[in-house]
């Protein structure tokens, strides 16, 4: 548990490979160790972007926003806001 950036990291790597169910996973790993840990909340709703899960991805940026990540707002401005027209 005391390395759970080990999980962020990896995370960062599967995503790069396009691994992107694995991303998730591992972000989840750091989440769960590491609750607020904000970059693991916005990558995992990019990853899940990338999956066309938006809805996921959006409630994953949410979380971001309200831990204090301000670059979450662009992407809930954008992306989120189609789907509550």
């Known amino acids: 548990p005391k390395y759970f ?3 962020f990291n990896r995370a960062n790597v599967k995503y790069a490979l396009k691994d992107y169910s694995g991303a998730i996973n591992d972000y989840t790993k750091t989440i769960k160790e590491d609750s607020k840990h904000k970059n693991a909340y916005i990558n995992r709703g990019i990853a899940k972007e990338a999956l066309k899960d938006t809805q996921g991805a959006c409630s994953d940026w949410y979380l971001a ?3 204090g990540d301000a670059r979450s707002i662009k992407w809930i401005e954008n992306e989120c806001k189609r789907l509550t027209k």
């Open 5 to 7: 950036n080990i999980y």
């Open 65 to 67: 926003t309200k831990l």
